[in-house]
């Protein structure tokens, strides 16, 4: 699976979600979009630590 593929459906999934948790599925979308934009190909793989800011 790719990044943009959990992107595309995380944003189906927000149509369905009930109004409780849409602000924590938004920061979700957030983060992913960050990781994408970051060009992190395997986020639960990759050691952060060494990133730059």
Request: glycine content about 0%.
């Amino acid at each position: 699976m790719t990044n943009e593929a959990a992107l595309k459906a995380l944003k189906e999934i927000k149509t369905y979600c009930s109004a409780n948790l849409l602000d924590e599925l938004d920061y979700v979308i957030k983060v992913m979009e960050k990781l994408i934009k970051d060009d992190v190909k395997e986020p639960l793989t990759t050691d952060f630590t060494k990133l730059t800011k």
